[in-house]
């Protein structure tokens, strides 16, 4: 079993960076991939990056390609997201997801824990 608690969102304006941060719980942390989803009031949850079991393939949602990045720590147990030149449509609840698996996938059907979510907000 995998627990996961977010952190790190926040207000900001446009323009703006975040990094919001994925705390995981449990020894096998390193045998899931992991992914960022984001849920914007009155819209379905939807992707935004994943990142294989090492580390080493990643992939991103279309809108966020260029500006944000996943990556993880396997030692310290943590997934992070560097969110750069944010806007205002990323104002959403961001939720960590780990699937276990070597790559990420951008269903949400595929994963298998969920953390609470954090919620960013992008002023214009």
């Known amino acids: 079993q995998v627990q996961l608690v977010e952190s790190g969102g926040g207000l900001v304006q446009a323009g703006g960076s975040l990094r919001p941060s994925c705390a995981a719980s449990?020894?096998?942390?390193?045998?899931?991939?992991m992914a960022w989803f984001r849920q914007a009031p009155g819209k379905e949850r939807e992707f935004v990056a994943a990142?294989?079991?090492?580390?080493?393939?990643?992939s991103y949602a279309d809108s966020v390609k260029g500006r944000f990045t996943i990556s993880r720590d396997n030692a310290k147990i943590m997934v992070y997201l560097q969110m750069n030149s944010l806007k205002p449509e990323d104002t959403a609840v961001y939720y960590c997801?780990?699937?276990?698996?070597?790559?990420?996938?951008?269903?949400?059907?595929?994963?298998?824990?969920w953390g609470q979510g954090t919620q960013v907000t992008v002023s214009s």
């Open positions: 997801a780990a699937r276990r698996g070597t790559y990420g996938s951008s269903y949400v059907r595929d994963y298998d824990y």
């Open positions: 449990g020894r096998t942390f390193s045998n899931y991939a």
């Open positions: 990142i294989s079991r090492s580390g080493r393939s990643t």
